[in-house]
């Protein structure tokens, strides 16, 4: 009988994570590693926001909680979704998790029944796939390109749509390209939903507020028919620099919000008392720090995508929102450095971090290959020291 459960063996611990890990480590033992690889804003939470939770462990808020959130912070998570998206809902429609990522392993732990099927347009944020296996459903991997934006259109959802369909992932924003779908786009996806009935939308909007150019449209705001079929997750990780703080919420039918926090009653308990506070206080002020910080990430996106597009054999898909850059380096498949090919993006990915000393992620990761994710949630000056190391580097690679 082996110790580790067969469980784990279905799925792959999270690749950006680890590599997160190992440019740590790098750094632990004195070499100057850049990490773009993580998925969080480098901004520090907002002062009003750090206050917020001072007072709430000086008041003593500092006990369990309701399993699901507390009535004050649901209030202003409604309030959001009526002043930020137009939806309203109730209070027994809303659910507080420690993170977005914990609420969608709830929603699939409470919902999935063995062999039960997830449509997740790739390349997809790394966790949904391993979530879905986790809970014993099947992920249904359906590849985009980059000329089309790397959005799932009409036809392409309706192919993949079986009678084993429970759920189809909508990420706009997205993680790892930072598309953007727009709203005609959003429509035709809703009208072929509306087809089938059995067939529910997971809409993770976490990098709602992280937007350039674009309107954010939730696929709610184009066709309220799919109002009960429609789960939105949120949080206040990306959009107020809490990443830290664990705080995500999820909106949807009563009756999964209450299978949620079964499920949270025999595992988490409440998310922490004093996160739900501080995530109340930051719904509920105005983001004022948001305009500078998407500023910011503006000018270290543009930056970036003109670096790259200057660098023959890489082509960056330009973003409309998160804060990443997705890269193709199909340019530089079977290129040489010290008599070793780079045959994948791993190996690119792998060569840059030795060479270079900057950690980016490869596209296997997403599901789509060969591309690479950099982050720009970083410094200026530390992405222009990347672009640099970047270039040295390249120049050894023999194509
Ligand atoms: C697309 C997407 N959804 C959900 C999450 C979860 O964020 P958190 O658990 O920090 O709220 C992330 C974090 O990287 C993400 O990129």
Redesign the pocket.
């Known amino acids: 009988m082996t110790l580790i459960s067969d469980r784990l063996s279905k799925f792959k611990p999270s690749l ?1 994570v680890k590599i997160s890990q190992i440019a740590r480590e790098m750094s632990l033992s004195g070499e100057k590693v850049i990490s773009l690889s993580s ?2 804003p480098d901004f520090d939470t907002p002062t009003h926001i750090k206050r917020s939770a001072i007072d709430a462990i000086n008041n003593g808020f500092t006990k369990y909680t309701q399993v699901d959130g507390i009535p004050e912070l649901k209030e202003a998570i409604i309030e959001k979704f009526k002043d930020e998206n137009g939806i309203n809902y109730n209070l027994n429609q809303i659910t507080v998790g ?7 392993y709830n929603l699939f732990m409470s919902t999935l029944n063995k062999n039960d099927e997830v449509i997740i347009p790739a390349p997809y ?1 790394v ?1 949904y796939p391993d979530m879905v296996i986790l809970s014993e459903g099947r992920p249904i991997i359906v590849e985009t390109e980059m000329q089309n934006s790397f959005k799932i259109n009409a036809n392409q959802l309706e192919r993949s749509i079986g009678d084993k369909t429970k759920w189809f992932i909508l ?1 706009s924003p ?2 790892p390209t930072g598309n953007v779908y727009e709203k005609d786009e959003l429509y035709e996806i809703s009208q072929i939903l509306l087809k089938y009935p059995h067939v529910n939308i997971l809409s ?1 909007d ?2 709602e507020h992280i937007i350039y150019e674009k309107e954010f449209f939730n696929i709610l705001n184009l066709e309220p028919k799919l109002y009960d079929r429609t789960f939105i ?1 949120n ?4 959009v107020f620099s809490m ?1 830290g703080w ?3 919420y999820g909106a949807g039918n009563e009756e999964i919000i209450k299978s949620i926090s079964k499920i949270q009653s025999q595992s988490t308990t409440n998310p922490c008392s004093i996160s739900q506070v501080a995530a109340k206080h930051a719904l509920k002020n105005e983001k004022i720090f948001l305009k500078d910080w998407l500023k910011k990430f503006e000018d270290r996106r543009d930056l970036l995508v003109n670096f790259f597009q200057s660098k023959k054999g890489l082509d960056p898909f330009i973003p409309s929102g ?1 804060f990443y850059l997705y890269v193709s380096c199909k340019g530089y498949l079977g290129a040489f450095v010290n008599n070793q090919k780079i045959r994948s993006d791993i190996d690119f990915v792998q060569f840059l971090l030795q060479d270079a000393k900057v950690a980016l992620v490869p596209g296997s990761a997403f599901g789509k290959s060969p591309f690479f994710r950099i982050s720009y949630a970083t410094s200026l000056e530390d992405l222009k020291e990347a672009c640099q190391r970047i270039d040295n580097s390249l120049r050894k690679l023999n194509k």
């Not at 420690?98 to 609420?103: A, F, L, Q």
């Not at 949080?235 to 990306?238: E, H, I, L, R, T």
């Open positions: 950006t998925g969080e420690v993170g977005g990522k914990h609420v969608i944020w966790s990420n997205g993680n993770d976490i990098y997750v949080g206040v990780s990306k990443t664990r705080i995500g998160a």
